[in-house]
């Protein structure tokens, strides 16, 4: 099949890994890509490029890794041109695009969720930051690249976010804060069928000991030995299925990846946040796991078949994702140093983000460089192989996470 893939990330260079073999392009991509795919340029905030890239690669599929084309409407443009694509139209990608959009959506759907108010005025913010924290959540209502959200016990932290979301242009959203271990769970949606991928988590701070400002993710690990038995259908009963259902009734079926970002509190799953597309750094860690070819799988939700795909089949063990960032990540990173190492051109086990060419040297061209794989029998085989992949490698004033993983290995998550 020939499959165009849009994207630029570790999560894209998964997403070509998990379906080499078939005839792979990707746009704009990295350096790291040309291996498993042909790749070109795009704007990817541009539909109309993507539907002439598409015919130009004769797509037979088009999978859309980042959000930023979902909520310019790139699958409406596709659909509108009979190109099967994998990820949500538009009004679908809203879920994403605007949290005051999910909680709405969430509020008719009986989920449960943080409680908000969408400010739109920088004169509202004291009364909104009384009435909130400590400890403050405040969050870009719009599209930020993961870095939208401010999580703080500090008043004045979280005033000046909200007022640089508003000097944006942008409403912003104070959320109470909600208890309890996150869970990402990647669902694959298909109208009002749902099918959910491994359940996984991030690590959002940049920092050890989950210090340091948000960032889109220092690693991940998968699958959570910490999750009750049933905590994946338990997600997928009270959150996801009743969200599609209620995307249906609204008349803009969800087709494509819903991420439900989820705090495991007293009261059960509650919705942090939802993504309209695989995460990064999750979705590396989740699909070194999977054993069904996954080119299929998507075109199956592209197509409206998902309920006739036999159930998918995982590897035994665990996987985990460490990620390689920039000196000054994610405040100011530093760009153009050289990435030299093993494994760089094996995609088993190193996914590159922000990585270029440059007179035939590999260098940093993005905050995130580089996310190293590893899988094991057990939580900490993995941890420990993704560790020794990423030690073999050198970028100067780079830095990583030295404990992902570590607090479910030593078993201090609890519910
Ligand atoms: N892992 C966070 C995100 O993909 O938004």
Known sequence: MRILVIGSGGREHALLHAMHGHELTVAPGNAGMSGLATVRSVDVASPEAIVALAHDVEAELVVIGPEVPLVAGAADALIEAGIPVFGPTQA??????SKAFAKDVMAAAGVLTASASRVEAAEDIEAALDEFGPRYVVKDDGLAGGKGVVVTED??????????????????????????????????????????????????????NDEGPNTGGMGAYAPLPWLPEDGVETIVDTIAR???????????????????????????????????????????????LLETPLAGVLLAVAQGRLAQVEPLQWRDGFAAMVVLAAEDYPQAAKTGGAVTGEALGDPAKVLHAGTALEDGQLVASGGRVLGTVGRGATLKEAVAEAYRVIEGIELPGSFYRTDIARPAIEGAISL
């Open 92 to 97: 679908a990608a809203q879920l994403e695009g």
């Open 155 to 208: 008043r004045a932290e979280a005033k000046a976010h909200a007022e640089a979301v508003i000097a944006s242009g942008n409403p912003v959203l104070f959320e109470s804060f909600l208890e309890g271990p996150e869970v990402s769970l990647f669902c694959l949606v298909d109208g009002e069928t749902v099918v959910p991928l491994l359940p996984a988590q991030d690590h959002k701070r940049a920092y050890d």
């Open 242 to 288: 009743p969200v599609a259902a209620e995307m249906v009734r609204r008349g803009t079926p969800y087709q494509g990846l819903l991420y439900v970002g989820a705090a495991w509190g007293p009261e059960g799953p509650a919705v942090v946040e939802f993504n309209a597309r695989f995460g990064d750094p999750e979705t590396q860690a989740v699909l070194s």
